[in-house]
T-cell receptor, first 115, second 114 residues
């Protein structure tokens, strides 16, 4: 959606397994974000990045890791340390604040389930 | 940190009626308030936003009002249509020079009945 591609759409994780969710954007945005969505809890921020090779923890970073080697890409790894990974994961991107258009645009999401 | 509360969690209206969703925020420094619409199985899409230097903003059938003193803002949808049925999220953030870190409300499931 809106130039942000998330893959896969559905993902299954076995116990003790790390899995990586892909997020690519072609909007030339500097900032990228990962959110977790659970029923009745809205969207919660996991990690965000404002520039290549730099990222910050959000509100629920435990059990997750990210990298930002390219401006267009911000993959999220759900590690085996995340004991309750079943959720809908959303990636977003935006310009840096201060510009005229700093709206966050979202991808279509990845639904992760535990086998 | 910021805390955003959203009410109601579900809202059912008849087609053509108006719908109002309300949010409150805790951090008086917040200055940017977007509203997102999420359809089933899709990512949220921005439908309207407001900044703290404005009290009201309107875009066709959708309007948002902001009361900075009371720290609450509301989404108003007039002449509702079946395609308005979706989950709506409010959010708040402090726009700085480092991105747009949003805090979301818990969502309102709007159902427009024929």
């Amino acid at each position: 959606d809106g130039g942000i591609t998330q893959s896969p759409k559905y993902l299954f994780r076995k116990e003790g397994q790390n899995v990586t969710l892909s997020c690519e954007q072609n909007l030339n945005h500097d900032a990228m974000y990962w959110y977790r969505q659970d029923p009745g809890q809205g969207l919660r921020l996991i990690y965000y990045s404002q520039i290549v090779n730099d990222f910050q923890k959000g509100d629920i970073a435990e059990g997750y890791s990210v990298s930002r080697e390219k401006k267009e890409s911000f993959p999220l790894t759900v590690t085996s340390a995340q004991k309750n990974p079943t959720a809908f994961y959303l990636c977003a991107s935006s310009t840096l604040a201060g510009g005229p258009k700093n709206i966050q645009y979202f991808g279509a999401g990845t639904r992760l389930s535990v086998l | 940190g910021e805390n955003v509360e959203q009410h109601p969690s579900t809202l059912s209206v008849q087609e053509g009626d108006s719908a109002v969703i309300k949010c409150t925020y805790s951090d008086s420094a917040s200055n940017y308030f977007p509203w997102y619409k999420q359809e089933l199985g899709k990512g949220p899409q921005l439908i309207i936003d407001i900044r703290s230097n404005v009290g009201e903003k309107k875009d066709q059938r959708i309007a948002v009002t902001l009361n900075k003193t009371a720290k609450h803002f509301s989404l108003h949808i007039t002449e509702t249509q079946p395609e308005d049925s979706a989950v709506y999220f409010c959010a708040a953030s402090i726009l700085t020079g480092g991105g747009n870190k949003l805090t979301f409300g818990t969502g309102t499931q709007l159902k427009v009945e024929l």
